[in-house]
């Protein structure tokens, strides 16, 4: 594992963004273990048995993001904050993809045990937090970014200020308010 600076971090992406594709492959080595821990991070909150792996997820948002050409990388913290949010993505359509086949959407018909039940659940939650936060961005954005950039990117709160531009207190109060407005609207169902 290649550990780099913050600073060369943000060079890299600098360069990448102005098209210099050296850059990406000197980049990915610097990058690879936080994105891994991020996914980590997103798969910890999946039920054990989830058919998609931490790497895998890695790879497939690799992939998303790798494809993006002339995208203006502003410092390290936006490109994890943007890759958490890609990786959050395929896990929603993963979980609705998994939702729709329970439903009989070509699946083979089986008992369900326990286990089956809690994955199917853990999907349903997992689409309801992702309509909830929905909601809430379309109410509050920028309450709505500064919990995808908490909960699903694992950011700091000086991490996320310094994305968002507003002081850490600002950063850690709208959380908190984030939170319970998401909680009293989970509760609802």
Same mark, same amino acid.
């Given at each position: 594992?290649?550990?780099?600076?913050?600073? /060369?971090?943000?060079?890299?992406?600098?360069?990448?963004?102005?098209?210099?594709? !050296?850059?990406?492959? *000197?980049?990915?080595?610097?990058?690879?273990?936080?994105?891994?821990?991020?996914?980590?991070?997103?798969?910890?909150?999946?039920?054990?048995?989830?058919?998609?792996? !931490?790497?895998?997820?890695?790879?497939?948002?690799?992939? *998303?993001? &790798?494809?993006?050409?002339?995208?203006?990388?502003?410092?390290?913290?936006?490109?994890?904050?943007?890759?958490?949010?890609?990786?959050?993505?395929?896990?929603?359509?993963?979980?609705?993809?998994?939702?729709?086949?329970?439903?009989?959407?070509?699946?083979?018909?089986?008992?369900?045990?326990?286990? &089956?039940?809690?994955?199917?659940?853990?999907?349903? @939650?997992?689409?309801?937090?992702?309509?909830?936060?929905?909601?809430?961005?379309?109410? @509050?954005?920028?309450?709505?970014?500064?919990?995808?950039?908490?909960?699903?990117?694992?950011?700091?709160?000086?991490?996320?200020?310094?994305?968002?531009?507003?002081?850490?207190?600002?950063?850690?109060?709208?959380?908190?308010? &984030?939170?319970?407005?998401?909680?009293? /609207?989970?509760?609802?169902?």
């Amino acid at each position: 594992m290649t550990t780099s600076s913050p600073q /060369e971090i943000t060079r890299l992406l600098s360069e990448w963004s102005r098209g210099d594709k !050296a850059a990406l492959d *000197k980049l990915t080595p610097m990058v690879y273990a936080e994105l891994r821990q991020i996914a980590r991070r997103q798969m910890n909150r999946e039920s054990p048995g989830h058919t998609l792996q !931490a790497t895998a997820l890695v790879n497939e948002a690799y992939l *998303k993001i &790798a494809g993006q050409d002339g995208f203006e990388w502003q410092n390290r913290a936006h490109f994890f904050a943007i890759c958490a949010q890609v990786m959050r993505h395929i896990l929603i359509d993963h979980a609705r993809t998994h939702a729709r086949d329970k439903r009989g959407g070509g699946a083979i018909h089986l008992s369900l045990d326990e286990a &089956a039940v809690s994955v199917e659940e853990q999907a349903a @939650d997992f689409i309801a937090l992702d309509e909830a936060l929905r909601a809430l961005e379309s109410l @509050d954005p920028q309450k709505g970014r500064i919990i995808e950039l908490r909960y699903y990117g694992g950011l700091s709160v000086e991490e996320v200020a310094e994305i968002l531009k507003i002081s850490p207190a600002t950063v850690g109060r709208e959380w908190r308010r &984030a939170k319970a407005w998401l909680y009293h /609207e989970l509760q609802k169902d």
